[in-house]
């Protein structure tokens, strides 16, 4: 057995003798994950049902006791209360007191009879994305104004295709597994980026900065093994950690949904459940973890080469931090903006390249190409990082800098 064989068997021994180490490399990304999403899915589904039941209070200026307020005092969900001014519905709507206000137009109806447009004037607090106040308020003008047309059209003779000359059809040929990619693509790199940084950081600040606040770093150095042997035996330590918490992050995804198309198949959507059976392809998984392993590298060996670079282990944690925004931004950048496609500079930017090609993988529309360029790329930063963290172990001013 190799000098760097047995400083690795050595790292990882008291890596993982350490029992936080095994929750955050195993635990969580095994079983926490999937119950917090789990439980956001359940929370958000709960306000959503709950929403669809809920009555809501309206506020109404309408003097001339129109027609459409009779529509609105029938809806079974919308309890209406007449307001003399204006200004009171508005403020009625600022104080919390109803959900949304409605203003009609005075002279609403004279306008209709001489076939002339009447304004309504809708007030809300657009913050609570879940109320469907608005929508059961625009659905009953909308069928209100719907019948009002028809009327106008049959006093005319007239059908509707004389004012609507052209049809618009829409047909979405967006496919499940795009749509899966589009949707969870970004989520799930975003996940696997911060799970490989959370699973490196914590061995990288120990083997670096720890060793050097414990003092056990001058005697690995004093001993006549070579900083190259140091550099594999650690850096394959934090790489292996790293590697670890992501394959258990592939797990903690893939295992939810062996037990959705096992137990709960009959009790979701077709739509979702076709959505979710996009999710389950063996090819995009590799492919994924292919990518995974070079960037744990790529980051197992920075976060090492700064840990060794600090004083200590609070000042390592303190510039890893600021490190980390490095690779959170560019896996960050897809979530916001889904209709992003790769290209060849940006298949050479770690961390978006990765969130970009797990929509592809997914969505099955990989360029190959592109593939191997990301993934060449970081191989050549692993290269990169590798050699700076052993500029670092061969440099004795960094590695007894006090």
């Avoid at 047995?6 to 180490?21: G, P």
């Avoid at 975003?190 to 799970?195: E, L, T």
């Avoid at 900065?209 to 056990?216: D, F, P």
Wanted: glycine share 6%; net charge negative; aromatic share 10%.
């Amino acid at each position: 057995m190799t000098k760097w064989q047995t400083l690795l068997i050595k790292e990882l021994r008291h890596l993982f003798r350490d029992t936080k180490t095994i929750i955050q490399t195993v635990v969580v990304p095994t079983f926490l994950t999937p119950l917090l999403i789990g439980g956001i899915v359940w929370y958000i589904s709960s306000i959503a049902i709950e929403e669809s039941k809920k009555d809501y209070e309206v506020a109404v200026y309408d003097l001339d006791n129109t027609q459409l307020l009779n529509k609105f005092e029938e809806s079974e969900r919308l309890n209406i209360t007449k307001y003399e001014a204006i200004e009171d519905v508005i403020d009625s709507v600022k104080d919390g007191d109803s959900e949304i206000g409605i203003a009609v137009e005075e002279g609403f109806e004279q306008n209709l009879n001489n076939n002339v447009s009447s304004k309504i004037t809708i007030y809300s607090k657009n913050i609570d994305t879940f109320s469907q106040a608005k929508s059961l308020a625009e659905d009953i003008i909308d069928n209100f104004e719907n019948d009002e047309r028809s009327d106008r059209l049959s006093s005319l003779d007239l059908d509707e295709e004389f004012i609507n000359p052209i049809e618009i059809l829409e047909e979405d040929l967006t496919t499940e597994k795009e749509a899966a990619g589009s949707i969870f693509g970004g989520i799930l790199a975003f996940f696997f980026v911060m799970y490989v940084i959370t699973g490196s950081m914590y061995p990288a600040i120990d083997l670096g900065a720890g060793e050097k606040e414990r003092g056990t770093m001058e005697t690995l150095i004093s001993t006549n093994i070579s900083s190259l042997e140091i550099i594999i035996g650690k850096m394959l330590s934090v790489t292996a950690s790293a590697v670890l918490t992501a394959t258990f992050s592939l797990l903690g995804f893939i295992i939810p949904l062996v037990i959705i198309f096992f137990f709960y198949a009959d009790s979701i959507p077709e739509s979702l459940f076709d959505t979710l059976s996009s999710l389950v392809n063996p090819t995009a998984f590799l492919g994924i973890f292919g990518l995974i392993v070079p960037l744990s590298i790529l980051m197992g060996a920075l976060l090492l080469a700064v840990s060794v670079y600090s004083k200590n282990t609070k000042e390592a944690g303190l510039l890893l931090g600021n490190l980390v925004i490095v690779f959170f931004l560019p896996a960050y950048i897809p979530l916001f903006n889904p209709g992003l496609e790769l290209d060849f500079i940006g298949s050479l930017i770690p961390c978006y390249n990765l969130a970009l090609l797990t929509n592809s993988l997914i969505a099955e529309n990989t360029n190959w190409m592109l593939y191997l360029s990301a993934l060449g790329s970081t191989v050549v930063y692993c290269c990169v990082a590798v050699y700076i963290t052993y500029i670092m172990f061969d440099d004795e001013k960094i590695i007894f800098r006090s």
